[in-house]
């Protein structure tokens, strides 16, 4: 069992190697199975599958070099297979982030959130939704407690309650908790206020107490709790066994100095106002941060008191620090930057290779001599129309044995799996994704988030509702032996 409570667990030596040498027998067998190659989707290349898909299967319509599918067309490499899409209950509202626990996932969207049955991936059912409107509503789930992020100015911290301008002062923004134990009947059962409200949160599992790292950043200096220095994030401690007792309990600052200027001293870079987006590791302590103009690592092992070991800045190439993501061995981290605030077009060749990208970092040294390394970028090599929204977004860690591969959204760049095993030379060795909303005006939606969980593969797309992806690829095909009672990708599990 790992810190964060989470099994995360591999099957016996002996059975996994034993899976091992059958699929190296079946790659090795004929004409069936192409030999095993690390494959190639830059423009220009050709791909190479490490294992054909089987008889009658679906291979999918590959994209040419440049090419732009239709309207909605729904196009995907031969190793990612669609298999079922629950369409949006609200049109019009945006849906967002993504939590699991057993056979069950849960959807934010700035209505609220949805409980869907995910117990048969071919065939998900909606268990229940949950009104209570609020930007972007973020979620995370722990036991029988789900936590909901507000970053909207309400008129209270009601499931009833309105939009209204943030200079008022009765304005409320903040945390939401829920008990979901009944899964067709949430009940909300406390609020949390936390200074400039809540983006997003990222849960971080104690012993008797979980804790939430609030963070939220300003857009307007005019917002009153917003006004700088806001230059860290709130931390709430929530007791395990009397939840409505959960409290800022800390403010820890993160950027003394007051963090990125911005521009104009770093045109075109995010001023440090806050954090966007914190990913923990309990199982070694750490914790990365993206926060507008900068990338933080620290050290969590006093989780009301996190202290940062190292810190980075690219003034270049990176507009907007947004989410992070640790490999396995703790030895990388990928940084994204959501150029635009994800409603621009940046996939196109305009744009280029590098902005509105990933950066991986490796981590050296230890202890408290840790240093972030710039390594290299990486950005999907397939050009999106300029009526679409497309900038790297949420993924998450496929646990394959022995590499480093995300999967990960795109907005309507679709969902990207990509392998960073050489941090220098990073590839996208699969993909998912819809032809434009719109053509003839930008368009907001595409994959909020796309996450790994125990097999296969979920996006909640912003329009389109929640796809189920299935991924058949030698490389991450040790993954499928991994499983986990839980996952809340911010919070990752050790799954080793």
């Known amino acids: 069992m790992t810190p964060e409570h989470i ?21 090795a067998a004929g004409p069936a199975s192409a030999t095993p190659d ?27 070099p440049g090419e732009i599918p239709g309207q909605d067309e729904v196009v995907h490499s031969a190793n990612v297979k ?37 117990g048969n991936p071919k065939a998900p059912k909606t268990v229940s939704q949950v009104l ?10 722990y036991g029988d407690l789900l936590f909901l992020s507000t970053d909207s100015s309400r008129s209270d911290d009601s499931c009833n309650s309105v939009s209204q301008p943030a200079t008022e002062k009765s304005s409320w923004e903040g945390i939401k908790i829920f008990d979901i134990k009944d899964k067709k009947n949430p009940k909300y059962i406390k609020s949390v206020e936390t200074n400039c409200g809540s983006h997003t949160h990222t849960l971080v599992p104690g012993g008797r107490d979980i804790y939430l790292y609030v963070a939220s950043y300003s857009p307007n200096e005019a917002f009153p ?22 409290a800022v309990v ?66 270049v190439n990176f507009a907007f620090w947004h989410s992070a993501t640790f490999n396995e061995k703790a030895d990388k981290v990928v940084f994204t930057d959501e150029l635009g605030g994800g409603g621009g077009a940046t996939c196109n060749e305009a744009t280029g290779p590098n902005r509105g990208a990933d950066g991986i970092y490796d981590i050296t040294g230890s202890g408290d001599q840790r240093k972030l390394v710039f390594r290299s970028y990486f950005k999907i090599p397939r ?35 990509w392998d960073f095993t050489d941090s220098a030379r990073p590839r996208e060795i699969g993909y998912f994704e819809r032809g434009p909303l719109t053509t003839d005006a930008l368009g907001l939606g595409g994959s ?12 909640n797309d912003i329009t389109k509702g929640l796809d189920v992806l299935r991924l058949d690829d030698w490389r991450t095909e040790s993954a499928k032996w991994v499983y986990m009672d839980r996952l809340n990708v911010q919070s990752q599990p050790a799954y080793h």
């Open 132 to 141: 209570c409107p609020g930007g972007q509503n973020d979620v995370s789930v």
């Open 448 to 459: 909020w988030s796309a996450y790994y969980y125990n097999g296969h593969v979920y996006s």
């Open 250 to 315: 800390a403010f820890p600052v993160l950027f003394p100095d007051g963090g990125n200027p911005g521009a104009p001293t770093n045109p075109g870079v995010s001023k440090t106002t806050g954090c966007h987006d914190i990913t923990v590791l309990p199982s070694k302590n750490l914790a990365a941060g993206a926060c507008m103009g900068d990338g933080i690592l620290f050290d969590i092992s006093k989780p009301e008191q996190p202290r940062v070991i190292d810190r980075v800045q690219d003034n």
């Open 7 to 27: 099994r995360a667990r591999r099957r016996s030596l002996s059975v996994a190697a034993a899976a091992a040498g059958l699929l190296a027998t079946l790659l």
């Open 38 to 64: 690390p494959g190639d989707l830059s423009p220009g290349g050709a791909f190479r599958q490490g294992a054909a898909p089987a008889a009658g299967a679906d291979a999918g319509r590959e994209l040419a």
């Open 225 to 246: 709790d917003c006004r700088p220095p806001h230059d860290g994030i709130s931390v709430v401690k929530v007791p395990k066994k009397a939840p409505t007792q959960a």
């Open 383 to 417: 050009l999106q129309a300029d009526t679409e929204n497309c900038v790297a977004h949420n993924g998450s860690l496929v646990p394959a044995a022995g590499r480093d591969i995300m999967v990960q959204a795109w907005y309507q760049g679709g969902v990207s799996v």
């Open 82 to 118: 669609p298999l079922a899409n629950v369409p949006s209950t609200y049109p019009g509202v945006i849906n967002s982030d993504l939590a699991f626990q057993g056979k069950y996932a849960y959807a934010g969207n700035y209505n609220g959130f949805t409980i869907y049955d995910i």
